[in-house]
């Protein structure tokens, strides 16, 4: 089946540093990818869309600013969460299709950041 | 604006029980609906996909019924094992292909 994978799984860091997440699609190519963000005890919140070789379409309330969203090719992109705060603290999903009205996404295991 | 509501919000069953857990969503011009199961600290896996266009579907011993007009699905979950144990939640795909509204997400508990 198809696999999608998430670097880091964790990561720790300090109150205004920048951290960067990866989604990878290991044996398909993804012309769309989602991220999702999920805090402790609650459901899973879609943050943006983002279409190989344009930009990202970022849900109403969230900085595109703050969470830069990069899909350079059809098998990666990246969440990069600029000037961490400690309310960044959360859970990131990202996922993966081809495309297409009945397909299924593929999702990654997420990423839990920590911003101390 | 979509939205996913998932009764109970947790669940807590002896072994072998029969249950059923409920979404409901607001819109009923949806594309597809989907169930996941994701255990604690994880990602999502996906149990089933229902087209807007079928009824219900089924494995193992899971069926997911689907009834778009009242906005209504149900997961049937039989002869529940400690194993599933999990958080289960609904998403609907609407307001453009693939995007996805999650429900709530209802919290299970099989106890041995």
């Known amino acids: 089946g198809a696999v999608v994978s998430q670097h880091p799984s964790w990561v720790i860091c300090k109150s205004g540093t920048s951290v960067k997440i990866e989604c990878r699609s290991l044996d398909f190519q993804a012309t769309t990818m989602f991220w999702y963000r999920q805090f402790p005890k609650q459901s899973l919140m879609l943050m943006a869309t983002s279409n190989e070789g344009s930009k990202a379409t970022y849900e109403q309330g969230v900085e595109k600013d703050k969470f830069l969203i990069n899909h350079a090719s059809l098998t990666l992109s990246t969440l990069t969460v600029t000037s961490a705060h400690p309310e960044d603290s959360s859970f990131y999903i990202c996922?993966?299709?081809?495309?297409?009205?009945?397909?299924?996404?593929?999702f990654g295991p997420g990423t839990r950041l920590t911003v101390l | 604006k979509q939205e996913v509501t998932q009764i109970p919000a947790a669940l807590s069953v002896p072994e072998g029980e029969n249950l059923v857990l409920n979404c409901s969503f607001t819109?009923?011009?949806?594309?597809?609906l989907q169930w996941f199961r994701q255990d604690p600290g994880k990602g999502l896996t996906s149990l089933l996909l229902i087209q807007s266009s079928q009824r219900e579907q089924t494995s193992g011993r899971l069926n997911a019924s689907l009834d778009k007009s009242s906005g209504r699905s149900t997961l049937y979950i039989a002869a529940s094992q400690p194993g599933d144990s999990a958080t289960y939640l609904c998403?609907?795909?609407?307001?453009?292909?693939?995007?996805?509204?999650f429900g709530t997400g209802t919290r299970l508990l099989v106890s041995p």
């Open positions: 998403a609907v795909s609407s307001a453009g292909f693939q995007k996805l509204v």
């Open positions: 819109d009923s011009a949806i594309y597809n």
């Open positions: 996922s993966a299709g081809t495309g297409g009205f009945t397909d299924t996404q593929y």
